[in-house]
């Protein structure tokens, strides 16, 4: 499956599970891609802001993630390498539970399912375990999440996909569009622009 490249920005407003809005900026980077975003949000009577920047490669796996985020439990950062191959250091410590992910996922964030989907280009019908560096919204703690994709429908330049991932008890079917930027994630986020 090809997809066209991104929008300059993209921003997605957050529902049911959270009230909150997430913006995103892309921009080229060599033969890869800088994103810059943020998030906020209120969950359970809690706040919290997430800002990021990530590089991806070519293959849209990610390279690094430079993370800060505010609550009124105080500030945290993180800085997240990966070597491309599925090899993550946290803060400069090797993560070995990490090994053989390719991807950051955000729990703040609705863009960054759009990796494993860009980075798979699954064909209609197939689908595939895509391992995550899951980045938690409230204390950046950093856990691996798995989780699985499968292509469902591409037409009309709307994707969908079975999204799942079980440790977390959750699946529900993602649409996306042509960008392959995430239009619809049930119970969680729409995309606004």
Known sequence: MDFRDP???AAWQHVKTRAGFEA???QPAGDGLRIHGCTTAVEDGRTWIVDYELELDAAWATRTAHISGRSADGHRERSIVADGAGHWQIDGRVAPDLDGCR???LESSAMTNAFPVRRLRLAEGDGAQAPAAYVRAADLAVERLDQTYELVSAKSGRHRYEYA????DFGCRLTYDGAGLVREYPGIA???T
């Not at 991932?165 to 977390?168: K, N, S, Y």
């Open 7 to 9: 929008p300059k920005t």
């Open 24 to 26: 995103v900026y892309f």
């Open 103 to 105: 991807d950051i996922d």
């Open 165 to 168: 991932a079980p440790a977390l």
């Open 190 to 192: 729409i995309r606004v």
